[in-house]
């Protein structure tokens, strides 16, 4: 089992910076691709960026492109994402989760999730 905790979150006016992580225990994630996702109210949770376990492969949603990096420590067991220029709409509830499994940008692949931590961005 993995456990996958999330910190780092908070209140920032537009323009800020937050650097969310998310450390992960249980057993080693180095193995494992490690995703962000975020869920605003009343909206669905959406994917905003993935990263592979050998940091071979990163993706991010569109509206993240330009402005977040993921990025992991796997001595560390710890994942994380650097948002700048934070936007109202970039709030939500943001979620790290981990998967083996093979289309990292699915989230229905991710196996582990942590309990979120909470970003509001004010305008």
């Known amino acids: 089992q993995v456990q996958l905790v999330e910190s780092g979150g908070g209140l920032v006016q537009a323009g800020g910076s937050l650097r969310l992580s998310c450390a992960a225990s249980?057993?080693?994630?180095?193995?494992?691709?490690m995703g962000w996702f975020r869920q605003a109210p009343g909206k669905e949770r959406e994917f905003v960026a993935t990263?592979?376990?050998?940091?071979?492969?990163?993706y991010y949603t569109d509206s993240a492109k330009g402005r977040f990096t993921i990025s992991r420590d796997n001595a560390k067991n710890t994942v994380y994402l650097q948002m700048n220029s934070l936007k109202p709409e970039d709030t939500a509830v943001y979620y790290c989760?981990?998967?083996?499994?093979?289309?990292?940008?699915?989230?229905?692949?991710?196996?582990?999730w942590g309990q979120g931590t909470q970003v509001t961005v004010s305008s």
């Open positions: 249980g057993r080693s994630v180095s193995s494992y691709a």
């Open positions: 990263i592979a376990w050998n940091v071979g492969y990163i």
């Open positions: 989760a981990a998967t083996d499994g093979l289309d990292i940008r699915r989230m229905g692949n991710y196996d582990y």
